[in-house]
């Protein structure tokens, strides 16, 4: 063996190798056949034992050829492989391909919750008719809640609205009424108030939730009559119910008003004809009601000889349970989105 022939038989080892990587496309395939040259027991090495053979002076240029068919088969294997990673990460893109021009999904939008939208309208239909939004806390005294409502003390009126206690003094708000003497206490007549918010009793079943909305309302002025407090709940009634729905006061007591009314509707589920829902007797309840009664002036103090006034406190929840048609109050606490699609 001389060195052109070491040399002839180290080129066709090379090209045969690169041939052989060519065109690979697993890893492992380009790593055997690698090996299969290069490794210790490769082909490549194989012939480095014929350089012994050769004369001293031929030694550098063997080992200097040999490197470079070394050389030339570790950057064809470097190639494939990287032709290998290059690939797969072509086919991830393309699996992965995002086309940004595809319209966008339309967000899913819900109205607002029935409860909101009952209490959004009734504040708007009040609005309409130059009431103004008033507000009072939640946790609220007893003397605003009961006292100066002329509850006095220990009177068994206070049993009509089972209380939520906090402390001696504090409770939490049994309805919107104590903004009527808030209001009063802080604007001299004229007032005509609106005031929507959160009420809590211990009560519980299908009609009566522990926490529900109130609005209240209240108007002084010189010269106001029950016939204001009736036109006003006519107007009402006819906005939220249609024209066309009968009205009855009926006589009622609280402490606050004085005569006190409640006031019904025509069940509108029969046509007064008679159902369940209105205990077979044509009408439904939807209010409380009367004229502001003088010592609730008096703990205001505004002169009960000089002005009248009436208010009303509705139930939101049992407005949007009439318009709505809910039989269970609550089907508006439980958030079932299933329930609350209908009002989309
Ligand atoms: C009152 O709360 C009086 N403050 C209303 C009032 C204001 C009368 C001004 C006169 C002048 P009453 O307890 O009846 O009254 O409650 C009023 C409405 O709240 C009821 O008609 C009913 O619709 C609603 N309501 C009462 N308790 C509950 C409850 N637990 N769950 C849901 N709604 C209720």
Same mark, same amino acid.
């Given at each position: 063996m001389d060195l052109q022939n070491f040399e002839q038989s180290l080129l066709a080892l090379q090209q045969s190798a690169i041939d052989e990587l060519?065109?690979?496309?697993r890893r492992e395939d380009a790593l055997q056949i690698k090996n299969r040259y290069?490794?210790?027991?490769?082909q490549v090495q194989a012939q480095?034992?014929? *350089? $012994?053979?050769?004369p001293n002076e031929q030694r550098r240029d063997a080992g200097r050829i040999s490197n470079s068919t070394k050389q030339a088969i570790e950057q064809a294997f470097q190639k494939v492989m990287s032709d290998i990673a290059q690939a797969e990460l072509d086919a991830k893109l393309a699996s992965e391909?995002?086309?940004?021009t595809l319209p966008a999904r339309k967000p899913k939008l819900h109205r607002s919750h029935p409860l909101v939208q009952t209490e959004q309208e009734l504040i708007a239909l009040f609005a309409e008719m130059g009431f103004a939004v008033a507000q009072g806390p939640e946790i609220e005294k007893d003397y605003y809640n009961f006292e100066a409502l002329n509850f006095p003390a220990d009177h068994p009126a206070r049993d009509m609205q089972d209380t939520f206690m906090i402390d001696q003094q504090g409770l *939490? $708000?049994?309805?919107?009424?104590p903004v009527q003497i808030r209001t009063m206490l802080a604007y001299k007549p004229p007032v005509q108030i609106i005031a929507p918010g959160r009420v809590y009793r211990v009560d519980d079943d299908p009609t009566h939730s522990p926490v529900f909305h109130q609005i209240e309302g209240l108007l002084v002025d010189v010269g106001v009559t029950m016939a204001d407090l009736k036109g006003t709940l006519r107007h009402f009634i006819d906005r939220c119910f249609g024209k066309q729905t009968p009205m009855r006061l009926r006589p009622s007591f609280f402490?606050?008003?004085?005569p006190s009314a409640e006031v019904d509707i025509g069940c509108i589920f029969c046509a007064q004809k008679g159902c369940r829902v209105c205990s077979q007797t044509g009408w439904l309840e939807i209010l409380g009601s009367g004229m502001v009664d003088p010592n609730v002036f008096k703990s205001c103090g505004i002169d009960p000889e000089r002005y009248t006034g009436f208010a009303f406190g509705l139930g939101v929840e049992r407005i949007a349970m009439l318009k709505y048609q809910i039989s269970d109050i609550r089907l508006l606490f439980q958030n079932d989105v299933r329930f609350l699609e209908q009002f989309s």
């Open positions: 060519k065109g690979v496309s290069l490794g210790k027991k490769g480095m034992s014929v *350089l $012994r053979e050769l391909a995002l086309d940004v *939490l $708000r049994t309805h919107t009424s402490p606050f008003t004085e």
